[in-house]
């Protein structure tokens, strides 16, 4: 049975940091890409960072230089560390596992989401 659980969200005030992990079981990790993705308040979901299975990050423009996506396959686990944070970082951050063809992600497995609200 495929599970993938995020954590670590929460209340942050600007500037502030935070690292989501998110922990998965039921499928052979390091055979997967892991990218988190977000939706904010009446937004679309985006991709934020992804991870190949060789560990090459990739990056949306939004939070180069802020956000780093690391993955430890011993663990099961990906992380996103977030630093400086802004009130536009806030949303529903969300996991997923898949892969990379043609040069894109795709995704197979969801997890259910950790909610970051950055505010003052």
């Known amino acids: 049975q495929v599970q993938i659980v995020e954590s670590g969200g929460g209340l942050v005030q600007p500037g502030g940091s935070l690292r989501l992990s998110c922990a998965a079981s039921g499928f052979l990790f390091s055979s997967y890409a892991m990218t988190w993705h977000r939706q904010g308040p009446g937004k679309g979901r985006d991709l934020v960072a992804g991870?190949?299975?060789?560990?090459?990050?990739t990056y949306a423009d939004s939070v180069k230089g802020r956000f780093t996506i690391s993955r430890d396959n011993a663990k099961n686990t990906v992380y996103l560390q977030m630093n400086s944070l802004k009130p536009e970082d806030t949303a529903v951050y969300y996991c997923a596992a898949g892969d990379v063809q043609a040069g894109s992600y795709y995704y197979l497995y969801w997890g259910q989401g950790t909610q970051v609200t950055v505010s003052s």
């Open positions: 991870i190949t299975r060789a560990g090459t990050p």
